[in-house]
C-alpha cells in the first residue's frame, strides 16, 4: 500500500464515520427540532381549510367520523412514530374522495400546518415531501 | 368429592350451554339461532349479549389467536378506520370491509375467503359523504334462500346470495336498489350529499333504511338534501313506505319549523342502528338534527323530529310516538346509536322499556309501548345566548334517573389537578373560552374572547355509534363514553356558507392571513387560525376518568358500577411533571368503544394505542366481571378496537371477534378462542 492510498483510506473511513454519525443523528430527530418553517405553516393553513377542514374541523379538533389532527389522543396515538408514516397515512388516503388531488408537497405543507397547531416549533429548513427523510423524524407526543 | 372433567368434556359441555342456553326474555327477537349473531347488535333489541361462558373470567388471559383477517386489498388503499361489526351464520362470518366497502364471507372457524363481493362506483363513490368500510350489513333468510344486505358507499343497497356472493337479480334492478331514488326529493345520483354508513335492520319481510350526511358544523349551504327513513321490501327491493323525519306540509310536526324552514332545511336523517320490536312491530329510530350542527338561525322552532326518538309501525311507516331528546339542537347532538329494549321491572311494575343512550351522557329510558318516560323528564329553562339570528328554545328535557354516566358541561372543579400548577395553566387556558354546564350555547368567536364554547361532552360524545349492551337477565346495561373537549364558536363566512353563521374560530387580528394556495382553488378558511390544543403540557385538559365504561341498573334507575376503560396513556404515564406522582387507571378517550355482554363478562378492546406490558405498541382486548367490575383478563392485540366485538358459537368451540386498526395500523380481523385443551396422550 502506498503512502497516498493509505491517506485515501483513512479519509475514506473518517468520510464513512461522518456519514454514518450524520445518518444517525437524522433518525434521532423529532418533531421538536424545527422540522417545518413558519412560511411553510402558513401554505398548509390555506391547503388544511380547502380540503381537510370540512371534515376535520377548521380547529383541527375532529368531528364525528373524523378525528381529531391535535390535541391529547392524537398525540397519544401517533407518538413513537415517524413523521414519515404520518406522511404515508394522508399520502394514500386524504382527503378522502380523492387523495390523488392533493400534492405531496402541499400534504408536506399540510403536516406542517399540523405541526405547528400542535405547539411545535418552527426552523429554518422545510418539511421535505420526501417519504424517506419524513422517516428519520419522530413524532414524539411530549417534549424528549 | 367433586366430579372432574376430562379435557374432551370443555367443548362437549360448551356445546350443550349453547344449545340450551337462549336469551332471557324478548324472545324470537331476529330469530337469533343458537351460537350465531345474525343482525348488527346481537338480535333485534341491540342488546349486544351472549349467554355462552367457554371464555370466562379463568380463562381469557389466555385467549389465543384463533385466525387473522387482514383487510387493505378491499379497496384502492388500506383503511385505517375498520368500524364494521361482523355477522355470523351457518359457521360463515359476513362483514363489510376495505376502502371500497367490499362485502367478504369467511369461514368462521379459520377465516378462509369464501368469497368478496365489490362495487366500484366511480365518481359516485368518490362523492359519497360516508366512506370507507361501513358498520356493516343484514341478513335475511325466509328459510330456503338467504341474503346479504349492504349499503353502498354511493347509497345503493345490494342484495347477495348469501351462499356465493353474487347479486340477487330479483332484487332490485339486477340485485341494486339506487337509494337516492325514491326519496321524495331530487337528489342528484352521483354528487347529491346522501348516504349511509349503518347496517340496515331487517324484520321479517322488512328491510330499513337510514340516511346520513357530511358533518355539519360548515354546510355549504341552508338548503339540503333531506334524510328521509325508509322500508323496503326484502325480496324484491321495492319500496313499502317512507317517513319523513322532516315533516312536509300538514304532517304532523310541520308546525314545530317556524317560517316555512321545513321547506329548505335539510339532514334530520338516521345515520345510527335503528332497534326492533317484532311482538309490537315497532320500529325505533334514533334521529340526527337538523341542518346546521351549532346554527339554527335559519330553521326557528323546535323542529321535529330532530333529535328524537321515534317509534313507527315496522310495517306502515305509521307514528307511533316520538320523544324529543333536544330542542332545536345547536350542540350537534344527533342521537348516535341503536336504543336497547330492555323488559325492566320498576318498584314491582313490570315495563317493556326502551333506553337510549347518548352523546350528552344520559340514559333515556321510555316505556316503549307509549313512549312515557320511566323516570321523569323534566323541562327545565337554559340559558340563551347571544349569537345574532340564532332562535334559542327556551327549555330543554332534563333526565332525573338514570344519573349520568359521565361528565355533563365544564367547570373549573373538572379541570386537570394532579399538581397545583397544572389545575393554574388549566385556569388560563379556558379563560379565552366559554364554559358551562350541559346546554351552553355556542358564542361568536372574538379573539379577544370568547374564543368559543369549551363543550364537554363534545359533538362526538360522551357516548357514540357503538352504543351499549345489555344483560337481559339483570337488565345491567353497560356503555363506553369518553371525555374529549372541543371548542364550536360561531363566525361569518360567506366564502364557504350562506349560512349566517358556521363553526370555527376567530383569527388573530395581527397575524397575517395564510398564505394564498394554488391559483383558483377554493378559498381559504377565513376566520379560522388553527385551534387551541386544549391540553395542558400536554395532558389532558379535563380530570380522568379520560375513557369508563358504566354498568347502570335499568330496574332501578342507579349506576352499580364504573370503571376507567384502558390503560393510562404513555404521555401521563411518562410526562416530567407527574413523576412521583401515583396515578390511578384513568382510562383512554382516543375513540369509540362498543361493549360485549356475555353470561359473566362485559368485553371491550382499548381505544388508542399504548405501551403495552410486553413494550410493544397496541392495545388490550379487556373483559371485566360483570356484576363488580372487576377486570378479569386482558390480552395484548396489535392495534385498538374499532368495531363493536361479537361473539359466537362453532363446533363447541366460542370465539370473540374484534374489529381493529388504527394510527399506522391499517384493518383487520382478530378472532380470539381459548386454547384447545391438550388431548393427545403424551409419547415418552
Redesign the interface.
Known sequence: MTKRSAVIGTMAVWIAIACAGAIRGQETRSVWDGVYTA?QA??G??????HC???H??????????P?L????????????TLG??FE?IR??MP????GKVSAQ?KADIVA?ML????FPAGPTELPRDQQVLTQIKYL???P | MLPTFRPVALPLLSLLVALTCTDAGLAGQGRQRDGEWTTYGGDLASRRYRPFDQINRDNFKDLEVAWRFKTDALGARPEFNFQSTPLMVNGVLYTTAGTRRAVVALDAANGELLWMHREDEGKRGEAAPRKLSGRGLAYWTDGREERIVYVTPGYQMIGLDAKTGRRVPGFGRNGVVDLKLEMDQTIDLETGEVGLHAAPIISGNTIVVGAAHLPGGVPKSRNHEKGYIRGYDARTGKRLWIFHTLPQKGEFGNDTWLQDSWSYTGNVGVWAQMTIDEELGMLYMPVELPTGDYYGGHRPGNGLFGESLVAIDLKTGQRKWHYQLVHHGIWDFDIPCAPILADITVNGRTIKAIAQPTKQNWLYVFDRVTGQPVWPIEERPVAKGDVPGEWYAPTQPFVTKPAPYDLQGVSIDDLIDFTPELRAEAVTLVSRYKIGPLFTPPPVSKWEGPRGLIMVPSSTGGANWPGGALDPETNILYIYSFRQPTVIGMINDPARSDMNFINGQARDPDAPPPAPAAPGAAPAAAGEGGGPALTVQGLPLLKPPYGSITATDLNKGEIVWQVAHGETPDAVRNHPALKGLNIPRTGRAAGRIGTLVTKTLVIAGEPGFFTMPNGQRGAMLRAYDKASGAEVGAVPMPAPQTGSPITYMLNGRQYLAVPISGAGYSGELMVFRVPQPATTTSSR
Do not use: I
Open positions: 412560511e402558513k401554505r393553513e390555506a391547503l388544511y381549510g380547502q377542514a370540512s371534515c374541523g377548521g380547529a383541527l379538533l375532529g368531528a364525528e367520523e373524523a381529531a391535535t390535541g391529547f389522543e392524537f398525540g397519544a396515538n401517533w407518538s413513537g412514530l408514516d404520518l397515512r394514500m388516503s378522502a374522495d380523492d387523495p402541499q400546518h405547528k397547531v400542535g405547539g407526543a411530549t417534549k
